[in-house]
T-cell receptor, first 112, second 114 residues
Framework: GDSVTQTEGQVALSEEDFLTIHCNYSASGYPALFWYVQYPGEGPQFLFRASRDKEKGSSRGFEATYNKETTSFHLQKASVQESDSAVYYCALGDTGNYKYVFGAGTRLKVIA | GGIITQTPKFLIGQEGQKLTLKCQQNFNHDTMYWYRQDSGKGLRLIYYSITENDLQKGDLSEGYDASREKKSSFSLTVTSAQKNEMAVFLC?????????????FGEGSKLTVL
C-alpha cells in the first residue's frame, strides 16, 4: 500500500536557522502531496499541497517541491521562528482513493 | 468558513467499557474521517465515510465501530477499551478525497483508559 516516510522524528533549531524536514513517499498512482502543521492542543492544519511533478507548494514562508523522480516532498523554511515550533506531517492522497496517508510526524522545536 | 466539533474533548473510561466519540461538521462536506494519533506513529486511519450512511474501514478498524447517519455527523465507538490505553482521536472532513481535496480537522478527543 501507499506510505509516507519522514526521516526526522525531532528537530531542534535556533531562531533564524534554515529548516529542512525530509519526506519520501511510495504510491501506486500519481498522488497529491500535502504538508500539515499541528500546534499543541489543536488538530492538524493544512499548510499547502502540490499535485504534479516539479510543482512548488508554499505557505507562511514554508515551501516544498514535488519530485517524482526521487519520490520526495521535503519541507523547507529559510529562517525559522520560535512560533514555528509544532509537529509537521507529510501526507499523500492518491488517485481514485478517498484515503489520506500520513507520515509519523516531525516535532520541531525552535529555541529563541 | 466552517468548523469541526468533537465531543467530548476528554474521555476517561474503564477497561472493557464501550465508549463513543462524536463529530459534527458544518462545511457541508461529503467525506468524513476518524484518525487515531499516537506519539511517534503519526495519524492512522480508523474509518472513513464517503457520504451519508456509507462506512469504509481504514487500516486500524479492529476494535472500533462507526456510524454516519447524517451528512454532518460521524461517530466512533471503541467497542472494548483496553487498559492503559491512551490516544488522541481526530475527526476530519474533506470536500473530496484523494488528490482533489484536503482535510479539515477537529481539535481531537483524548482517551484515557484506567
Amino acid at each position: 500500500g501507499d506510505s509516507v516516510t519522514q526521516t526526522e522524528g525531532q528537530v531542534a533549531l535556533s531562531e533564524e536557522d534554515f529548516l529542512t524536514i525530509h519526506c519520501n513517499y511510495s504510491a501506486s498512482g500519481y498522488p497529491a502531496l500535502f504538508w500539515y502543521v499541528q500546534y499543541p492542543g489543536e488538530g492538524p492544519q493544512f499548510l499547502f499541497r502540490a499535485s504534479r511533478d516539479k510543482e512548488k507548494g508554499s505557505s507562511r514562508g514554508f515551501e516544498a517541491t514535488y519530485n517524482k523522480e526521487t519520490t520526495s516532498f521535503h519541507l523547507q523554511k529559510a529562517s525559522v521562528q520560535e512560533s514555528d515550533s509544532a509537529v509537521y506531517y507529510c501526507a499523500l492522497g492518491d488517485t481514485g482513493n478517498y484515503k489520506y496517508v500520513f507520515g509519523a510526524g516531525t516535532r520541531l522545536k525552535v529555541i529563541a | 468558513g466552517g468548523i469541526i466539533t468533537q465531543t467530548p474533548k476528554f474521555l476517561i473510561g474503564q477497561e472493557g467499557q464501550k465508549l463513543t466519540l462524536k463529530c459534527q461538521q458544518n462545511f457541508n462536506h461529503d467525506t468524513m474521517y476518524w484518525y487515531r494519533q499516537d506519539s511517534g506513529k503519526g495519524l492512522r486511519l480508523i474509518y472513513y465515510s464517503i457520504t451519508e450512511n456509507d462506512l469504509q474501514k481504514g487500516d486500524l478498524s479492529e476494535g472500533y465501530d462507526a456510524s454516519r447517519e447524517k451528512k454532518s455527523s460521524f461517530s466512533l465507538t471503541v467497542t472494548s477499551a483496553q487498559k492503559n490505553e491512551m490516544a488522541v482521536f481526530l475527526c476530519a472532513s474533506s470536500i473530496a478525497g484523494g488528490r482533489t481535496g484536503q482535510l479539515y480537522f477537529g481539535e481531537g478527543s483524548k482517551l484515557t483508559v484506567l
